[in-house]
């Protein structure tokens, strides 16, 4: 293969550092953010939700059972968590999760595994009476362009 280059490794803007916003991707709490608080060692992080928001209090993390979001917030090291409270509240950082693309994803998922039988059946008959009236709109526009 070669020698590796480091001028060819992907850039990550998303490093894991204290403050850094991240979600949880395993175990029960899976789904919920986290504020990374302190960096233990290369595989473990001190993490803080705040409890009052997302639910989740201060323990230690596997990095790898985190993915971590671009969000990050202003805090030093081993913040407080009413600090940790208070800095969420000042940057607006549920807001910026809830504006992200990613959260907007993960409630359309969340929605379509809700549906019931018969809503899956009623979008079902929706996209097919989209796609007939597609299908015969573009069929006006391409006679149009052929005369």
Same mark, same amino acid.
């Given at each position: 293969?070669?020698?590796? #280059?480091?001028?060819?490794?992907? $850039?990550? +803007?998303? *490093?894991?550092?204290?403050?850094?916003?991240?979600? $949880? #991707?395993?175990g029960p709490e &899976?789904?919920?953010? =986290?504020?990374?608080?302190?960096?233990?060692?290369? /595989?473990?992080?001190? =993490?803080?939700?705040?409890?009052? $928001?997302?639910?989740?209090?201060? @323990?230690?993390?596997?990095?790898? +059972? *985190?993915?971590? /979001?671009s969000i990050v =917030?202003?805090?030093? !090291?081993?913040?407080?968590?009413?600090? *940790?409270?208070?800095?969420?509240?000042?940057? #607006?950082?549920?807001?910026?999760?809830?504006?992200?693309?990613?959260?907007?994803? @993960?409630?359309? +998922?969340?929605? +379509?595994?809700?549906?019931?039988?018969?809503? !899956?059946?009623?979008?079902?008959?929706? !996209?097919? @009476?989209?796609?007939?009236? $597609?299908?015969? @709109?573009?069929? &006006? *526009?391409k006679k149009a362009?052929?005369?």
């Amino acid at each position: 293969f070669g020698a590796f #280059n480091p001028s060819m490794a992907p $850039v990550s +803007r998303k *490093l894991v550092q204290i403050g850094r916003v991240a979600m $949880v #991707n395993y175990g029960p709490e &899976t789904g919920k953010l =986290v504020t990374i608080i302190n960096v233990i060692d290369g /595989t473990r992080v001190l =993490v803080d939700g705040p409890r009052s $928001v997302t639910g989740i209090s201060r @323990q230690s993390f596997p990095i790898k +059972r *985190l993915s971590l /979001t671009s969000i990050v =917030v202003n805090i030093t !090291r081993d913040a407080s968590t009413t600090q *940790l409270e208070k800095r969420w509240k000042e940057q #607006n950082i549920m807001e910026q999760w809830k504006a992200s693309g990613w959260s907007k994803k @993960q409630e359309i +998922r969340a929605k +379509r595994a809700s549906l019931s039988d018969f809503d !899956r059946f009623k979008l079902s008959i929706a !996209r097919q @009476q989209k796609s007939k009236l $597609v299908n015969k @709109q573009f069929k &006006t *526009l391409k006679k149009a362009a052929k005369l």
